[in-house]
């Protein structure tokens, strides 16, 4: 039997995604799945589907701090709130496409986002990305420059334009298969459906 | 020491919210805590906040369906998609406060989502509310006479506006004090508060 695969839409500008990535490895790994990480921006999802980001409502962005507070105690990870948000991770997710194909893709995708999330640091600067790739194992100026590819630049557009038309509205999302799962909080749900505990 | 209190903020309109009443009595019990379901009118939570109802981002509302018929199935429950939707909900919100003061507040409140969620019935009809009153053990036409009463309407206004001034954007929304939790899908972090498990 094939093992299923996980694709893990993520983008670093999503707290919840962040939460995400400190457990979806160890999930994949019960359940004998294969984990693809795949950046997209979520910026241009929202604009793609008229969604919003939780802080455009007021009330929900001020809750949203103590629920992340829980999450993060909940997971035993840190998590701050950055000095900068949101922040612009397009250099960031295209980083992760040029370390994608380097083979540390899913390296450099937890580092930067535990830099931003765990860390509180400006992963908008080059010179934070140079960091967080050094500590992914990479060499961060020839990454760097491969950001201002334009094969680069289209694989992050392609990646955000397929997710849109999966069906994706937010972040993080899931896919098995056509089988979309949205947020850090269907993780328990996902789990369940690839260990074939549920069938929908 | 003195048990605390859950109030559940809750509105039949919602599939989350009848999901979470599937399982708060259980939850409560399991942590010694007292129960106060409190009906309150969601579109006039949406209104005052500036949130959205789900189904107004067309992607997120197709994929409402399918993340639903997870959780039923993880539950146990059944669910319908509704032939109406969205519903009036505000003469069963009423009447949800005139069996409160029945005492028969969470008989009908879960009866009132079952009838809806679970079986599809079109609750912002009287012959429906009155067979609901009927099965949580209440004279409906007596409940449905003082669903007219101002001192009723007044407390569903009452509880909506205490709410949105409390933080509430959504439901279903649990308070413990006033730590706020917000959703079907934070049960689980919601018991790990009570029982001491988070500070958060």
């Not at 295209?94 to 194909?101: I, K, T, V």
């Amino acid at each position: 039997m094939t093992e299923p695969v996980i694709e893990f839409f993520w983008d670093p500008v999503s707290p919840y995604t962040y939460l995400a990535s400190t457990r979806i490895e160890a999930l994949a790994l019960r359940v004998g799945a294969v984990l693809r990480w795949r950046p997209f921006l979520l910026g241009k999802v929202l604009e793609a589907t008229g969604n919003r980001p939780n802080i455009d409502v007021p009330a929900k962005g001020r809750h949203m701090l103590a629920d992340l507070a829980r999450w993060a105690q909940h997971y035993g990870v840190p998590l701050v709130a950055p000095p900068i948000f949101p922040i612009s991770t397009v250099t960031a997710l295209r980083a992760g496409l040029a370390a994608e194909q380097a083979g540390r893709g899913p390296a450099f995708a937890t580092a930067v986002m535990r830099a931003y999330w765990g860390e509180g640091r400006d992963i908008s600067q080059a010179q934070t990305l140079l960091a967080v790739a050094a500590a992914a194992g990479l060499d961060g100026a020839a990454l760097l420059a491969q950001t201002q590819e334009p094969a680069i630049k289209d694989a992050l557009r392609s990646n955000t334009d397929e997710a849109v038309r999966r069906g994706a509205f937010g972040a993080p999302t899931f896919f098995v298969g056509e089988q979309m799962f949205w947020g850090n909080d269907r993780l328990g749900i996902l789990e369940e459906c690839l260990a074939g505990d549920l069938s929908a």
